[in-house]
């Protein structure tokens, strides 16, 4: 078949990325492929039949028409510390792609070599950080979170080097774009303001076109890169704001940690991006964290909401030249917006807590119910996902039943009777309201890791991603009780006590 990607990003300058091709691999191995996803992107290749081309395309050792590698700049504070020169140090953007839509999409490899960002790394990524990546973004995906997600998964025939050598391997992700808060810090941090107002009327074009229409332009020529006006900077800033309430509170609605919310991290899109130091909260709490690299607990399960507030204070911080030559006239501008952002979150949280407990429209002291529930949950250590689930249960079938633990049937005992009597005037809608915000599965800590030993060891020895492939089929459905969904509920027998994840892909 035929693919001509186009590379818009590309064009708008040197100072934005670095030309580069991926760096050749010996032995090209398709391991994954994402065919729901393909037919999305309009990618008719068949995974049988095109294992071995699909292998030199997305391990880069063959360049797909049209395809134009580049690494992109950006700088990003890293756990608060702002490091001026970040940029793909092992990954390459492709190019772009239309779906059916007309909507966008970049194709970018990682683990595909080094690049003038690489800051000594090699470049390269080790098979298992590929296959939780992919394991993870789909289970996002499925679960209704904003995502970035994973084209394919190619091992190479080569060894990476950590503490010891481990099989290497090429993942392809596809985003709605990769531009980054830290982005806009990289031009910010160096005076650019030229290459500022070309990032937002590309951000504009690519993600906004909306805001094109409001002010009256041609949406068919897009914005000019040598014209934008400060109304024009703070209607992007609040569309980049409104990107990120339902990102976060996804987050939050389904126990996810990201656990590296840099400004690096943090796509203007909305997007999930980057599962290295990832992890799903099983017991409640909300100071949960589990990279081990966040050894202050800066990025924290209950922290998402404020630390996203921080990073857009950031990227408010890029604007200021291009709102007004006077830096208290510009906050004074932005200042209002971030101010919304924030109520906009508080408010945006008790509707999605709401929905969780069945009320599609909180009223006064709904608030209140859902503090007693999450303090409750806190102080006896409760699953967060089985409570829930449990929950939902609870209204169709009886309280006495296995749909409640007894441990936290006693525990939720004095709470309950406030809850059934303020969802009593509309049991059935609460019900199907809680079943489409509750999942009965989520990718556990330990379910994920035991996947993923098991699967490199049964692809080392015979090629086998059977238990892979079950996993992901539970995943693909986690608002539906499957054959096997029962086998991943569980909560970890240690309490994920001595759990830590750490960066790979």
């Not at 049988?48 to 360049?63: C, I, R, V």
């Not at 857009?312 to 030249?321: D, H, K, Q, S």
């Not at 830096?327 to 917006?337: H, K, R, S, T, Y």
Request: glycine share 6%.
């Amino acid at each position: 078949m035929t693919i001509n990607l186009s590379n818009n990003y590309r064009d708008l300058g040197e100072s934005f990325s670095q030309k580069i091709m991926p760096d050749p691999v010996a032995q090209p191995s398709l391991l994954l492929w994402n065919a729901p996803l393909a037919q999305v992107l309009g990618l008719t290749f068949e995974q049988n039949k095109d294992a071995d081309l699909l292998a030199q395309y997305f391990s880069g050792n063959q360049l797909l028409a049209g395809s134009e590698p580049i690494a992109q700049a950006y700088s990003g504070h890293q756990f608060g510390q702002f490091n001026p020169q970040l940029g793909d140090g092992r990954a390459h953007l492709l190019g772009d792609v239309a779906d059916a839509d007309g909507q966008r999409w970049d194709i970018q490899l990682k683990g595909s070599g080094v690049s003038q960002f690489s800051r000594q790394g090699d470049g390269r990524c080790a098979l298992g950080p590929a296959l939780r990546e992919y394991i993870m973004s789909e289970a996002m995906f499925a679960l209704g979170v904003p995502t970035t997600r994973c084209l394919a998964v190619v091992t190479t025939g080569q060894s990476v080097y950590r503490d010891r050598p481990f099989a290497g391997a090429i993942v392809t992700r596809v985003a709605a774009s990769h531009i980054r808060v830290g982005t806009f810090q990289y031009f910010a941090a160096r005076g650019d303001t030229d290459s500022l107002k070309k990032l937002i009327n590309y951000s504009i074009n690519r993600h906004f076109p909306e805001l094109l229409v409001e002010l009256g332009a041609d949406t068919s020529k897009g914005a000019d890169d040598n014209e934008i006006s400060s109304q024009q900077v703070l209607n992007f800033f609040s569309a980049v704001l409104s990107k990120q309430i339902p990102l976060v509170l996804s987050w939050l609605r389904v126990g996810f940690i990201h656990g590296v919310m840099n400004t690096d991290n943090t796509t203007i899109s909305g997007e999930t991006i980057d599962y290295g130091p990832c992890a799903m909260m099983n017991t409640y709490h909300a100071e949960t964290v589990f990279s081990s690299i966040d050894r202050n607990s800066r990025y924290a399960f209950g922290k998402q909401i404020s630390i996203m507030q921080w990073n857009m204070t950031r990227l408010a911080e890029t604007l200021l030249p291009l709102v007004d030559s006077d830096e208290d006239d510009a906050v004074a501008q932005l200042q209002p917006l971030l101010a919304q952002f924030h109520q906009e979150f508080e408010q945006g949280y008790l509707i999605m807590m709401a929905a969780k407990i069945g009320i599609n429209e909180p009223e006064e002291g709904d608030g209140k119910l859902i503090s007693e529930l999450i303090a409750i949950m806190q102080k006896n250590s409760l699953d967060y996902t089985q409570t829930f689930t449990a929950l939902t249960a609870s209204l169709v079938d009886s309280l006495n039943d296995d749909s409640i633990e007894e441990s936290s049937f006693t525990v939720l005992s004095e709470w309950l009777p406030d809850w059934q009597k303020r969802i009593a005037g509309f049991k059935t809608a609460a019900h199907k309201l809680m079943l489409s915000n509750n999942p009965v599965v989520i990718p556990r800590n330990h379910d994920v890791e035991a996947i993923l030993a098991t699967s490199q060891a049964s692809y080392q020895e015979k090629g086998d991603l059977t238990a892979l492939h079950e996993f992901l089929a539970v995943l693909r459905q986690p608002y539906t009780t499957v054959e096997n969904t029962k086998n991943y509920q569980n909560s970890p027998a240690d309490g994920d006590e001595n759990y830590h994840t750490f960066c790979g892909t």
